[in-house]
């Protein structure tokens, strides 16, 4: 942690992330065996992850770019000018300029664990937009993060588009909106009037979340196998991909999809010189997606802390984005 506070990545001297190591390690060793998604995102899963918000099955990247693109005067008349958009993640290079030519806003903070992709979208934001200031942070948005000096005298606005909230276990997700309202500084009287625009998937017919999850060009199939790769390589593993296959299911008590990664036979195999075998049918599980009613979506907002304003849909209601106040 530097002196501002600023979360950094703890790194191996052979450059592997300790954290990976050590999390996928934990992982293999319990029962079921599980993997955090957010080991997914190396530079080819990353690359992965872009090409499945263009493949025709996936449609929360689509559905969320419309709203973003219909409803620019609303955001105007209910954020205001003139302030701090803080993104939790890097910018997409489609939806954040939606929202910035939206709110005009006084600047532009970028929030991101990974400082290559940080650099790259911030840059491109400060091409698109000469006028605004753009400060990235390099940080681990799940804890608090202290603001660049530039911005403290300017009310926020945190913006984390495509439910990646979706992606955690309510707890954590709490937790997390919870951080949020203090990298915000609504606990600091600067940021009472904090607000935040979060997108949130939403609970549809179990066909159409499964295709999402599982589309026919084995677009996200490769996306769950790329992390098997990236063990192998990082991690000095020899998980045989070819037994793995790709499974994305519906766990409609939990209302998430689950993706797993499931043996085709009975495998042994190590990783970092620690040894683990699956059986037949064992399976890694790799990612949760929650989606969300109305209702539950308000109700992890409330308990984070936030209390909603207002809720946008697409036209055919698969997606959600919710503006709420600290
Ligand atoms: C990043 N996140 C919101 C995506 C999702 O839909 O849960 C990740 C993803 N996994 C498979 N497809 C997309």
Known sequence: ??????????????????????????????????????????????????????????????????????????????????????????????????LLEAIAPAAYVPLDISGDFLRESAAGLAQKFPGLPVHPVEADFMRRVTLPEAVEPLARLGFFPGSTIGNMVPRTAVDLLRSMRATLGADEGVGDSAMLLIGMDLVKDRKVLEAAYDDADGVTGAFNKNLVTRINRELDGTIPADALTHDAVWNDRLARIEMHLTATRDIDFTVSGESFAMKQGDSI??????????????????????????????????????????
């Open 1 to 98: 942690t530097t002196e501002k506070g600023i979360a950094l990545v703890e790194r191996d001297k052979d450059g592997v992330d300790k954290a990976f190591r050590q999390d996928v390690l934990a992982g293999l060793r319990q029962q079921p065996k599980a993997i955090p998604a957010r080991w997914f995102y190396d530079e080819e899963g990353s690359r992965l992850f872009e090409k499945i918000t263009q493949v025709e099955e996936y449609y929360p990247t689509r559905a969320e770019t419309e709203i973003l693109t219909a409803r620019g005067a609303e955001f105007a008349k209910l954020i205001g000018p003139g302030r701090a958009v803080v993104e939790f993640g890097s910018g997409s290079s489609v939806k954040t300029p939606l």
């Open 285 to 326: 599980h790799t990612e949760n997606s929650h989606k969300f009613t109305r209702r539950s979506a308000n109700m992890l907002l409330l308990a984070g802390g936030w209390t909603p304003v207002k809720r946008w849909t697409d036209s055919a209601k698969r997606f959600s984005l919710i503006l709420a106040r600290a």
